[in-house]
């Protein structure tokens, strides 16, 4: 089983970065794809990235390619998600969250697969 903590959020101005972590319990984190989601009040949770269990395949919703970088260092039970050029639109609460999976390049961005979740963090980029 692993556990997940998210850390980095903080309130920032337009263009600012931000960088934020999910610490994972447990000594398995490798076999777990990653994923960052994030969710605005009103509004459904949305995937923001996703990475495989080895780091090489990654995937960004179209509103933060280029902006966004997500990553992970297996040795570290690690996830994190570099944000730059931050706007006020990514205000939100990021959860990141995990699933176990069988092939090491596969990710997945749809929040149905994902069976562990963190208790999210908020970003709140103002104008």
């Known amino acids: 089983q692993v556990q997940l903590v998210e850390s980095g959020g903080g309130l920032v101005q337009a263009g600012d970065s931000l960088r934020l972590s999910c610490a994972a319990s447990g000594r398995t984190f490798n076999f777990y794809a990653m994923g960052w989601f994030r969710q605005a009040p009103g509004k459904e949770r949305d995937v923001v990235a996703a990475i495989s269990r080895s780091g090489g395949n990654t995937y960004y919703a179209d509103s933060v390619k280029g902006r966004f970088t997500i990553s992970r260092d297996n040795a570290k039970n690690t996830v994190y998600l570099q944000m730059n050029s931050l706007k006020p639109e990514d205000t939100a609460v990021y959860y990141c969250?995990?699933?176990?999976?069988?092939?090491?390049?596969?990710?997945?961005?749809?929040?149905?697969?994902?069976?562990?979740w963190g208790q999210g963090t908020q970003v709140s980029v103002s104008s």
């Open positions: 969250a995990a699933k176990f999976a069988t092939y090491t390049e596969d990710y997945y961005a749809d929040p149905a697969h994902y069976t562990k």
